[in-house]
């Protein structure tokens, strides 16, 4: 049985998700009783956030591949990033990683393309929506990211730091991200919105809004881990 590197802690309440996940998914393959090997090493976010914010990539991708290390002296087999934002270095961390990683925003944009969308909104922390790490590996399928404007991105970030990271759920909030999901809907017409934040799932559902499909980035990468294990 292949054991699974988890490098979460960025932030906690999405990789006890993570967790969560995977065990149901693979609960529903494994019909023997078995249970998965997971071996999660929970990081410092403060640290690389800090990092990223000060534009110190070259040490946020040695830090990280550091901590990818140790799931991998524990024995996984490959290894994933429980988060969008340290996706802004993955090529870095993926040439030095001693591990096969598992990329989220590849993962996602396969689900974009299988469900034939060409133009989808993308919400995260700042890092991710300025990133363009999610532009690059869309575009070579022709796929157009639309990410909300500045004003907008800044109330994004910092709920999501401020709240979500934390557990904190306020409705007051969710009904705001709810209404620049419409105004991307109405001024660039999304055909579904990236959650590009591990945490976004926690607040926003599906069936808050019939006309645009959420990608819940945590669900789209576990299912690709299932594809490790079976």
């Known amino acids: 049985m292949n054991t699974v590197g988890i490098i979460g802690g960025i932030g906690p309440e999405s990789t006890i998700e993570y967790y969560r996940l995977i065990i149901s998914s693979y609960l529903e393959h494994e019909r023997d009783g078995n249970y998965p090997q997971i071996i999660i090493n929970s990081i410092n976010m403060k640290k690389m956030l800090d990092l990223i914010a000060e534009n110190k990539l070259n040490e946020v991708t040695d830090y990280l591949v550091s901590e990818i290390q140790k799931v991998a002296s524990a024995g996984a087999d490959f290894a994933l990033l429980a988060s969008n934002t340290p996706h802004i270095v993955f090529n870095q961390i993926e040439q030095k990683s001693p591990l096969p990683l598992i990329s989220i925003v ?19 922390t700042k890092f991710t929506m300025q990133g363009g790490f999610y532009d690059k590996i869309f575009s070579d399928h022709d796929i157009e990211v639309i990410t909300p404007n500045e004003k907008d991105q800044d109330y994004i970030h910092n709920k999501y730091m401020d709240e979500l990271v934390k557990g904190i759920i306020i409705d007051d909030t969710k009904n705001m991200l709810l209404k620049i999901v419409n105004k991307l809907y109405e001024t660039s017409s999304i055909q579904g919105l990236i959650l590009g934040g591990t945490e976004l799932p926690l607040i926003l559902k599906d069936t808050d809004v019939n006309q645009i499909p959420f990608l819940d980035t945590t669900r789209i990468h576990v299912e690709s881990i299932m594809k490790r294990f079976f």
Do not use: D
């Open 106 to 124: 590849e993962a996602t944009c396969e689900k974009v393309v299988n469900k034939g969308m060409q133009r989808v909104g993308l919400f995260g």
